[in-house]
């Protein structure tokens, strides 16, 4: 079957606009999470959706990163107001329930100029 | 709180030697713990879980709770190996978050 699938793969913007990420995860996993892989940095964890619990929101680094997931399926990851600092790789991951391994998309490259 | 410390950014070992990628956790429930890998121009994957208990491409990983360690070992390194490694902990009980170490890049020297 198919993998977690992220688009766009790379995105070029300008500083102070907004970026929308998105992210479509394995068919009937039930928990979806963010990361952020900055060059010379490990994972930074931002977000975890699992279920219909509240999303557990204590990564994002700042107000203006938010994250939403639909229907228990697909989710987007917004970035208003991009600074330089937001460059990064993200990577989303989904697992079968919350303890399971997780399975990576390819990640999106943000380059904020 | 749930931390992972990967110590070596870097590691470089020679084919055919012994490798070992050290990994120390913290936290104060019972913990599970993974190594995934990066391999290059790929998707960051599961090499394995302390709970499957298996060896995976010759690695293998115990869990050391006295020393709250989870280093990855291989005998004989294979140029293959070459990757991104990151140790990962995550609590038994129910659904938390998977923490990540800062990751050790090995580079396995012909």
């Known amino acids: 079957g198919a993998g977690v699938s992220q688009s766009p793969s790379n995105k070029v913007t300008e500083k102070g606009k907004d970026v929308e990420l998105r992210c479509d995860p394995i068919?009937?996993?039930?928990?979806l999470y963010w990361y952020r892989q900055s060059l010379g940095q490990g994972l930074e964890f931002l977000i975890y959706f699992q279920g219909n619990s509240a999303p557990d929101k204590s990564g994002l680094p700042s107000d203006r990163f938010s994250a939403e997931r639909t229907g228990g399926s697909v989710s987007t990851l917004t970035i208003q107001r991009t600074q330089q600092e937001d460059s990064a790789v993200y990577l989303c991951?989904?697992?079968?329930?919350?303890?399971?391994?997780?399975?990576f998309g390819p990640g999106t490259r943000l380059l904020v100029l | 709180a749930q931390r992972v410390t990967q110590p070596e950014k870097l590691l470089s070992v020679f084919k055919g030697a012994p490798v070992e990628l050290k990994c120390n956790y913290s936290y104060s429930g019972s913990p599970e713990l993974f190594w995934y890998v990066q391999y290059s121009r790929q998707r960051l994957q599961l090499l394995l879980r302390?709970?499957s208990r298996e060896s995976i491409k010759g690695f293998t990983a115990d869990l050391n709770k006295g020393e709250t360690s989870f280093h990855l070992k291989k005998p004989f390194a294979q140029e293959e190996d070459s990757a991104m490694y990151y140790c990962?902990?995550?609590?038994?009980?129910?659904?938390?978050?998977?923490?990540f170490g800062q990751g050790t890049r090995l580079t396995i020297n012909p």
């Open positions: 990962a902990l995550s609590g038994l009980q129910g659904a938390q978050k998977l923490v």
């Open positions: 991951a989904s697992s079968l329930g919350g303890t399971g391994p997780l399975y």
């Open positions: 068919s009937g996993h039930t928990a």
């Open positions: 302390h709970i």
